[in-house]
């Protein structure tokens, strides 16, 4: 049997308090209850629906698959990158690339 992801699992939680909050505003509707906070918490739980199902993913970290910045070190650093390497990864001249 097939694994939810996270975000199925997430989806379904927020669709479970969403249709409970929707049981909820009918009976406060049929009670002549207004309360402003309620329709403010019915509205955050509809962005993030909406919010979720925008995502492709929702677990994921910020810096998922970000790559280091190496390229500050061979930029800057002399001892680091010699004049003919730094031509032959950035193609220009590091005297250049700094003006």
Same mark, same amino acid.
């Given at each position: 049997?097939?694994?939810?992801?996270?975000?199925?699992?997430?989806?379904?939680?927020?669709r479970?308090?969403?249709? &409970? *909050?929707?049981?909820?505003a009918?009976?406060?509707?049929?009670?002549?209850?207004?309360?402003s /906070?309620? $329709?403010? +918490?019915?509205?955050?739980?509809?962005?993030?629906?909406?919010?979720?199902?925008?995502?492709?993913?929702?677990?994921?970290?910020?810096?998922?698959? &970000? *790559?280091?910045?190496?390229?500050?070190?061979?930029?800057h650093?002399?001892?680091?990158t010699? /004049?003919t $390497?730094? +031509?032959?990864?950035?193609?220009?001249?590091?005297?250049?690339?700094?003006?």
């Amino acid at each position: 049997m097939p694994r939810s992801s996270s975000r199925q699992k997430l989806l379904r939680h927020v669709r479970g308090v969403l249709a &409970k *909050r929707q049981s909820s505003a009918l009976i406060r509707e049929l009670l002549s209850d207004d309360d402003s /906070d309620e $329709a403010d +918490l019915d509205e955050f739980w509809e962005l993030e629906h909406e919010r979720i199902q925008a995502k492709r993913y929702t677990a994921r970290e910020a810096n998922y698959r &970000k *790559r280091k910045k190496r390229w500050r070190k061979m930029l800057h650093n002399r001892a680091h990158t010699s /004049d003919t $390497a730094f +031509l032959k990864y950035f193609r220009v001249k590091r005297s250049d690339f700094l003006i």
